[in-house]
Structure formats: C-alpha cells, structure tokens
C-alpha cells in the first residue's frame, strides 16, 4: 500500500510574484490525511480557503490561477509541482498575498524547502485518478488528450512566437 504524505515540519518560503510583482511570504504547513492540497490568503479576513481542484482552476494565460468564493491565488503551478514531484498528499499552504513567488522561474526554491522541513508519511491510503477511457479538451490556443495506459507517460509541444521560447517539445 502506498501511503499518503504531508511535511514534518512547517516550511517558509518568501518571494516576488513574477506576474504581479508583489512580495509574498507562504508558509507550508503538515496536515492531517485527507486533507488535500489547500491555500489559505492569511491576508484576508477568516482565511478563505482555495483548494488545488482542477475545477476551480480560472485561468491559465500567464500561468495556473486558481479561485473559490471570489478570492484568487495566482501563480500555483510550481508550488504544485513541487509537491506532486515530492508525493506531497496533504500540506496547508497560508499565504500573505494573491500569488506565490517565482524566485528563478522554476520550482527549485519550494523543492529545496519542502525536502529541509522533510516529509512524514500518514497511515492513509494514497488516492490515485484511474483513465479508463481517452479524454480529450479543446480550445482556441489548448489541444489535450490524455489516453489510458498501464506506464506513466507524457509528451507535450508548445508554441510560442517569441525567440526565447519558440517551439519545444518534450516525450517522457
């Protein structure tokens, strides 16, 4: 049985948003099983909570902003893969601001701060989303299709008209 995980202990990390320019302080916090990934804008009042829910997921132009209950947290998507990478299951994220901080453009700065708080693993079951069928999403600049498969795999082509980016692809 793969078990779930969270931190061992809290984890600060501080930062400029790359989008919005503002310092943020974020705080990862061990939770208990089950719990999920969630934010919590600890610069409003009461806390509002935004969980990492792909439905709740509002805009993706300049990067993964998320929203419930009118209130944003902008920029997730290195935090996130951070913790997806560390098999982080259940961390409580508080943050002073509307976005995370970028530091170097990757996620570098929370992997290293996630690993020096260390990780505890939970008696919980780890959940895990099954693809029994293909699924396939579109829009105007977004083609995705994710198919099933018995081995993890992903290929991925972007396509920017800018000389730093240009097209890149990428199969793993």
Same mark, same amino acid.
């Given at each position: 049985?793969? =078990? &779930?995980?969270?931190?061992? &202990?809290?984890?600060?990390?501080? *930062?400029? +948003?790359?989008? =919005? *320019?503002? !310092?943020?302080?974020?705080?990862?916090? %061990? @939770?208990?099983?089950?719990?999920?990934?969630?934010?919590?804008?600890?610069?409003? %009042? *009461?806390?509002?909570?935004?969980?990492?829910?792909?439905?709740?997921?509002?805009?993706?132009?300049?990067?993964?902003?998320?929203?419930?209950? *009118?209130?944003?947290?902008? /920029?997730?998507?290195?935090?996130?893969?951070?913790?997806? +990478?560390?098999?982080?299951?259940?961390?409580?994220?508080?943050?002073?601001?509307?976005? !995370?901080?970028?530091?170097? +453009?990757? @996620?570098?700065?929370?992997?290293?701060?996630?690993?020096? @708080? +260390?990780?505890?693993? &939970?008696?919980?079951?780890?959940?895990?989303?099954?693809?029994?069928?293909?699924?396939?999403?579109?829009?105007?600049? /977004?083609?995705?299709?994710?198919?099933?498969?018995?081995?993890?795999?992903? #290929?991925? /082509?972007?396509?920017?008209?800018?000389?730093?980016?240009? /097209?890149?692809? =990428? #199969?793993?």
């Amino acid at each position: 049985m793969i =078990r &779930q995980r969270t931190l061992r &202990q809290p984890a600060l990390c501080t *930062g400029i +948003g790359i989008h =919005r *320019g503002t !310092l943020t302080e974020v705080t990862l916090l %061990p @939770a208990p099983e089950n719990h999920g990934i969630i934010f919590y804008r600890a610069d409003l %009042p *009461g806390k509002p909570a935004v969980p990492a829910d792909v439905d709740l997921v509002v805009d993706v132009s300049r990067g993964t902003t998320l929203a419930a209950n *009118g209130v944003k947290v902008h /920029t997730v998507e290195h935090l996130m893969a951070a913790l997806h +990478g560390l098999g982080i299951d259940n961390v409580r994220i508080e943050l002073n601001g509307d976005e !995370l901080p970028n530091d170097d +453009g990757s @996620a570098k700065q929370f992997v290293e701060k996630i690993l020096a @708080a +260390g990780i505890e693993e &939970q008696n919980a079951r780890k959940n895990f989303i099954t693809i029994d069928k293909p699924v396939f999403y579109s829009d105007e600049q /977004t083609t995705l299709s994710i198919f099933p498969s018995d081995e993890f795999r992903i #290929s991925l /082509t972007i396509a920017y008209d800018h000389v730093a980016i240009g /097209t890149q692809y =990428r #199969s793993s």
